[in-house]
T-cell receptor, first 113, second 114 residues
Framework: KAGVTQTPRYLIKTRGQQVTLSCSPISGHRSVSWYQQTPGQGLQFLFEYFSETQRNKGNFPGRFSGRQFSNSRSEMNVSTLELGDSALYLC????????????FGNGTRLTVT | GQQLNQSPQSMFIQEGEDVSMNCTSSSIFNTWLWYKQDPGEGPVLLIALYKAGELTSNGRLTAQFGITRKDSFLNISASIPSDVGIYFCAGPHLTQGGSEKLVFGKGTKLTVNP
C-alpha cells in the first residue's frame, strides 16, 4: 500500500502570496488531518476532514483553510502569507476502525521570505 | 487544552546504551502513541498503547501506558546510530464537538555517538 503522499516537498513564497498544498491519503482512508510543525511550537493541529467535511479545527487564523475531495484527497490553502507561516506542513490519514492511528506523509517545507 | 509534557528535550548517548524517555499529562488519555521522525521526513508510528498498564514491545523498543493513564514511557535498548531522530508522544484529545484531534509532546531529540 502506498503511504501518504504530499506535494510539493518544498516551496518558497514571499509575504502576501498564497499557497496551496496537496495530500493524497493512504488508499481506503477517508480521514485526513493537517499539522503545522515548527521548532518553537512543535506539531500543531490545523484541521481534519472526513468525507469532504471539516470535522475538527485547530486554533489557526482564517487564512488557513482546507478542503477534501470525493476521492479523499485533500488540499490546504494559506492566504496572505506571513513570515511566521514558514514551517513543515504535515498531512496524515487514518482508517475508519476505532483507535486507528495517524499515518503521516513526509510534509511540505514552506519558506516565506 | 490538553498538553503533553515530554522529557528529556534532548539526549546524547553512546551506541549500545539504553534510552528512556517519558510523557506526562494533566489529563487522562485513553490512548498513547509514540512516533519517530527522521530528518526531512514525517513522523512514523512506532508503538500504540490502548490500555492502562499495557506494556508493548517493537523490537528494541518498549513502551508502557501508565496506570494513572496520565503518563507513558518509551525505552530503547542497545541503541544504534539509526535510532537518531526525534521521538514524539501523542494522545487523542476529545474536542467539545465530540471529535478527536491528536496532541503531541514537544519531542525528545536523540543523538547516538558511534
Amino acid at each position: 500500500k502506498a503511504g501518504v503522499t504530499q506535494t510539493p516537498r518544498y516551496l518558497i513564497k514571499t509575504r502576501g502570496q498564497q499557497v496551496t498544498l496537496s495530500c493524497s491519503p493512504i488508499s481506503g482512508h477517508r480521514s485526513v488531518s493537517w499539522y503545522q510543525q515548527t521548532p518553537g511550537q512543535g506539531l500543531q493541529f490545523l484541521f481534519e476532514y472526513f468525507s469532504e467535511t471539516q470535522r475538527n479545527k485547530g486554533n489557526f487564523p482564517g487564512r488557513f483553510s482546507g478542503r477534501q475531495f470525493s476521492n479523499s484527497r485533500s488540499e490546504m490553502n494559506v492566504s496572505t502569507l506571513e513570515l511566521g507561516d514558514s514551517a513543515l506542513y504535515l498531512c496524515a490519514s487514518r482508517g475508519s476502525m476505532f483507535n486507528s492511528p495517524l499515518h503521516f506523509g513526509n510534509g511540505t517545507r514552506l519558506t516565506v521570505t | 487544552g490538553q498538553q503533553l509534557n515530554q522529557s528529556p528535550q534532548s539526549m546524547f548517548i553512546q551506541e549500545g546504551e539504553d534510552v528512556s524517555m517519558n510523557c506526562t499529562s494533566s489529563s487522562i488519555f485513553n490512548t498513547w502513541l509514540w512516533y519517530k521522525q527522521d530528518p526531512g521526513e514525517g513522523p512514523v508510528l512506532l508503538i500504540a498503547l490502548y490500555k492502562a498498564g499495557e506494556l508493548t514491545s517493537n523490537g528494541r523498543l518498549t513502551a508502557q501506558f501508565g496506570i494513572t493513564r496520565k503518563d507513558s514511557f518509551l525505552n530503547i535498548s542497545a541503541s544504534i546510530p539509526s535510532d537518531v531522530g526525534i521521538y514524539f508522544c501523542a494522545g487523542p484529545h476529545l474536542t467539545q464537538g465530540g471529535s478527536e484531534k491528536l496532541v503531541f509532546g514537544k519531542g525528545t531529540k536523540l543523538t547516538v555517538n558511534p
